[in-house]
């Protein structure tokens, strides 16, 4: 006990790892919600532990002018889809190829669609945030930084930033594995594996007519604005763009385009505060 005390005096929140987060006890994790809570004028809306991974996982809620924000513990983390280590089921295979007859996908196999639209497998380190329980509609022409956030002290959320806090440590396509229904689109379907918070307690990647912008105008996330669902691609490609991964640079094309030009409040970003 006297050691992790020690640690928790000697780093600041922004340092708090992934790991180091679930080695904790969770009077340490209500001690670190605390601090946390108090660093940015919000109060602790919940600490509980959940199991995820095999190990137990500490969800914390911090409420701050009426909006909730999850604590992401970032450190050194894996990101991405890798490609090489993944093998699709003969029923996603069967999908995509009927997709293909339909005149849909990017490339011959589905091994090669993803290449397109999923970013690569890569370690990057992260700051400890805040992050919104829930994406808001843009009021404003994304930017890097849009006033009516930086007003507020906050943020949009970087991609690698987005895709962690999705993921939660995962490795699999989706943030709950590496499959999906392939009877049905996931509109509609609100007991879907999507309709649950992930690990950390976000409801994210849940809709698939939701757009969730970053600070990277190449990639929106989370959804696809329902192009997939409306256009008839097929069960797998209208389930793709929830992908933790996939970073959809054709719907992001039109997004940041001429023709994306006005539509902003059709689009959604992730509030992000930190610490």
């Given at each position: 006990m006297s050691d992790l005390r020690a640690t928790l005096r000697s780093m600041t929140l922004?340092?708090?790892?992934?790991?180091?987060?679930?080695?904790?006890?969770?009077?340490?994790?209500?001690?670190?919600?605390?601090?946390?809570?108090?660093?940015?004028?919000?109060?602790?809306?919940?600490?509980?532990?959940?199991?995820?991974?095999?190990a137990p996982l500490h969800r914390v809620r911090i409420e701050r002018s009426g909006r909730e924000f999850a604590l992401i513990p970032g450190g050194p983390v894996s990101l991405g889809f890798d490609l090489d280590s993944?093998?699709?089921?003969?029923?996603?295979?069967?999908?995509?190829?009927?997709?293909?007859?339909?005149?849909?996908?990017?490339?011959?196999?589905?091994r090669a669609h993803l290449a397109q639209v999923l970013s690569p497998r890569r370690s990057v380190v992260l700051a400890t945030v805040l992050m919104a329980v829930e994406d808001e509609n843009l009021t404003e022409p994304p930017a890097d930084m849009p006033p009516a956030l930086a007003a507020r002290g906050l943020r949009m959320p970087s991609p690698d930033e987005w895709e962690h806090a999705c993921g939660a440590g995962t490795d699999t396509l989706f943030r709950w594995g590496n499959d999906c229904p392939l009877d049905r689109v996931p509109y509609g379907v609100p007991a879907g594996p999507q309709?649950?918070?992930?690990?950390?307690?976000l409801r994210i990647a849940y809709d698939t007519y939701r757009t969730e912008l970053t600070s990277d105008v190449t990639a929106v996330h989370g959804g696809d604005g329902g192009e997939s669902v409306c256009g008839g691609y097929g069960h797998l490609l209208a389930w793709l763009p929830l992908a933790t991964a996939n970073r959809n640079p054709s719907m992001a094309e039109f997004v940041y385009g001429p023709d994306g030009e006005g539509l902003f409040e059709d689009f959604s970003t992730r509030p992000v505060l930190a610490l």
């Open positions: 922004a340092d708090l790892t992934f790991d180091q987060w679930r080695s904790f006890e969770l009077p340490a994790a209500r001690r670190v919600a605390e601090e946390a809570a108090d660093s940015v004028d919000g109060r602790v809306a919940l600490v509980e532990t959940r199991e995820h991974l095999g993944w093998q699709p089921t003969p029923q996603q295979t069967a999908d995509y190829a009927e997709s293909l007859e339909q005149g849909f996908g990017d490339g011959p196999d589905l309709s649950g918070p992930n690990a950390f307690g």
